[in-house]
């Protein structure tokens, strides 16, 4: 039923590190970009990182140098590496997936439920 799946989340020091994973389900046909945004307590929600279906990567300026995005296409995962962090990186964590489904033409964006990070000093 649940179409994209995350895990890894949890509480961590600063300067510590977490790995999140994302799965989507058997019921797309086609993945193409997939992501990870995130949204802290008050803030609107603001992309992380992507990565085409080719590989090609993009991240937020705050995260260069700290986070990898990675995915497995075989496995239909999706992954977030997340070293160094730092307290504001505390935040609610969402897999993003621009996908199509099965019998539908149309891609659209589907979100995964949000698993919490938190970085504590």
């Known amino acids: 039923q649940v179409q994209l799946v995350e895990s890894g989340g949890g509480s961590v020091q600063a300067g510590g590190s977490l790995r999140l994973s994302c799965t989507a389900s058997?019921?797309?046909?086609?993945?193409?970009?997939m992501g990870w945004y995130r949204q802290a307590p008050g803030k609107q929600r603001e992309l992380v990182a992507t990565i085409t279906n080719g590989g090609s990567t993009n991240y937020a300026e705050s995260v260069k140098g700290r986070f990898t995005i990675s995915r497995d296409n075989a496995k239909n995962t999706v992954y977030l590496q997340m070293n160094s962090l730092k307290p504001e990186d505390t935040a609610v964590y969402y897999c993003n997936a621009y996908a199509r489904r099965y019998l539908i033409d149309t891609f659209k964006d589907y979100w995964g439920q949000g698993t919490q990070v938190t970085v504590s000093s």
């Open positions: 058997e019921s797309f046909s086609r993945i193409n970009d």
